[in-house]
């Protein structure tokens, strides 16, 4: 089956750690993003990457960083400079141009 | 810049009730608008599109038409089930170019048997 997996489902980050969360994708997407959505609240983009080893910052990206290696892997890192990382972390792909598709989530907890 | 406007939830409803979750955007130019729903503890899913003004998105009973005089994208089912508990987002893309979703607050849905 084709689609975009997420893990851990539930990751705990203690002080001054940085954390990595993992998007995988077997739909063959060109672009991916990371998004974070707090209780309440819509989804804001962290950062997206439309083509491999390339990404662009999105509206909330302090504290955060992504690589690209390959097309079907966008892994995000809590940075310990992200000051209050406690919320569920949404990946998802699109072809270009396309509806974005989303996989289950990480939720984050600070410890 | 580009903004979604939902109606605040939660929004409560009997089963076989009439729903309407009101949208209204934002936008330069002609989105594309689009409702996800997230059911508790998981992703969202993709319930329906209209690239187009006029244009009908539809899915699992669910309805919602892109208005341009009107700026709006109302979603609508005739009949909601106790399944149909869950958020619901609106959102848009702009038109052309990398495709930026702007979300909604999201709507809280809550039917009762």
């Known amino acids: 089956d084709g689609g975009i997996t997420q893990s851990p489902k539930y990751l705990f980050r203690k002080e001054g750690q940085n954390v990595t969360l993992s998007c995988e994708q077997n739909?063959?997407?060109?672009?991916m993003y990371w998004y974070r959505q707090d209780p309440g609240q819509g989804l804001r983009l962290i950062y997206y990457s439309q083509i491999v080893n390339d990404f662009q910052k999105g509206d909330i990206a302090e504290g955060y960083s992504v690589s690209r290696e390959k097309k079907e892997s966008f892994p995000l890192t809590v940075t310990s400079a992200q000051k209050n990382p406690t919320a569920f972390y949404l990946c998802?792909?699109?072809?270009?141009?396309?509806?974005?598709?989303f996989g289950p989530g990480t939720r984050l907890l600070v410890l | 810049g580009d903004s979604v406007t939902q109606m605040e939830g939660p929004v409560t409803l009997s089963e076989e009730a009439f729903l309407t979750i009101n949208c209204t955007y934002t936008?330069?130019?002609?989105?594309?608008l689009f409702w996800y729903v997230q059911y508790p503890g998981e992703g969202l899913q993709l319930l329906l599109k209209a690239t187009k003004a006029d244009d009908k998105g539809s899915n699992k009973g669910f309805e919602a038409t892109y208005r341009k005089e009107t700026t709006s994208f109302h979603l609508e089912k005739g009949s909601v089930q106790v399944s149909d508990s869950a958020v619901y987002f609106c959102a848009l893309t702009p038109l052309g170019g990398f495709q930026k979703l702007v979300f909604g607050t999201g709507t809280r849905l809550l039917v009762s048997p």
């Open positions: 936008a330069t130019g002609y989105p594309s």
């Open positions: 998802a792909s699109s072809m270009y141009q396309e509806t974005q598709y």
């Open positions: 739909l063959n997407h060109d672009a």
